[in-house]
C-alpha cells in the first residue's frame, strides 16, 4: 500500500489515459479476477480493490501472475460463448467458443410470455 491506496506494481511500462480501466490479473488458483484500476506512475496502477486470490509475485518465482490491462469500454469486445471443453494435461482445458452477440439470447423469454405454442395432447 502506498499512501492508503492499493498499489500493484508491473512488470511493463503502463501508461493509461484518464479514461477507466481494468486489470484482469490471474490468481494462483488460476482463476482470473477483473479490477477497475488506474495508473500511478509509469510502472505502478492503483487497484480499487485487493484480487479475490494470491497473485504469484516475486522476483525468485518461476511464473508470475499474469495480467492485461484493458479500457472499460473495451472490456467486453472480446466477449464469446464456449461452445465445447475438453481435459488437457495438468489442470487445463480445451476451450472451442464463438463469439458473443446479443442477438443469442434476445428469444430466451418467448415461451414464458406466450410467444412459443406448446403441444397440449
Known amino acids: 500500500m502506498i499512501d492508503n491506496k492499493i498499489v500493484l506494481s508491473t512488470s511493463n511500462r503502463v501508461s493509461l489515459d484518464n479514461t477507466k480501466h481494468t486489470l484482469f490479473v490471474q490468481t494462483v488458483d488460476g482463476n482470473v479476477d477483473a479490477i477497475p484500476c488506474s495508473t500511478l506512475n509509469d510502472y505502478q496502477v492503483v487497484l480499487s480493490r485487493l484480487p479475490s486470490g494470491q497473485i504469484a509475485i516475486g522476483h525468485d518465482n518461476v511464473v508470475n ?55 397440449q395432447n
Open 65 to 119: 501472475a499474469v495480467y492485461q490491462i484493458v479500457k472499460t469500454q473495451d472490456s467486453g469486445r472480446d466477449a464469446y460463448l464456449v461452445s465445447e471443453k475438453s481435459p488437457e494435461k495438468g489442470l487445463t482445458n480445451r476451450l472451442t467458443c464463438i463469439n458473443y452477440d446479443e442477438r443469442y439470447y434476445q428469444n430466451d423469454s418467448d415461451y414464458q410470455n406466450n410467444l412459443i405454442p406448446t403441444n
